[in-house]
């Protein structure tokens, strides 16, 4: 686990921090769940739930404590596979879907690169 702050304290210093960081991620993983399969319809002018929860694995929770979850590395790659099979979706789409073909490949750039940091986080894992 990383350090907290400027201390040399870490959760793994704690057994009683240890417990509840890593009943938190549960939390937080049935949570980003919930959001992923929700049946309300995605925001026609906004991101999918997949395309949410994607980006706040890579932009919130990408922190060394989380990581070192196996709990929560299950799910990242659950999301990595998910988003790969969103490209290949998009890239077999019709570019009027899309509005145009830049539009497109903009969403399938962005996409890449997402799944590329999601790789990134899934290799720290297993680092």
């Known amino acids: 686990m990383g350090y907290s702050f400027d201390t040399e304290l870490t ?3 704690s057994d009683r921090a240890y417990d509840d ?3 938190l991620v549960d939390v937080i993983i049935a949570k980003l769940k919930k959001i992923e399969k929700d049946t309300e319809d ?3 002018f906004n991101t999918s ?3 949410n929860v994607a980006m706040i694995l890579v932009e ?3 922190a060394n404590e989380f990581i070192q979850n196996s709990n929560f590395i299950k799910y990242v790659e659950h999301i990595h596979s998910r988003m790969e ?3 290949e979706t998009v890239k ?3 570019d009027e879907d899309w509005e145009d073909a830049e539009n497109k490949a903009k969403h399938i750039s962005a996409y ?3 799944i590329k940091n999601l790789k990134k986080m899934i290799n720290r894992h297993e680092d």
């Open 85 to 87: 099979k969103l490209v």
């Open 21 to 23: 960081f890593y009943d």
């Open 11 to 13: 959760i793994n210093c």
């Open 112 to 114: 890449r690169k997402i």
């Open 60 to 62: 919130a929770l990408n």
């Open 92 to 94: 077999n789409a019709k």
């Open 42 to 44: 995605d925001n026609e």
């Open 49 to 51: 739930k997949l395309e």
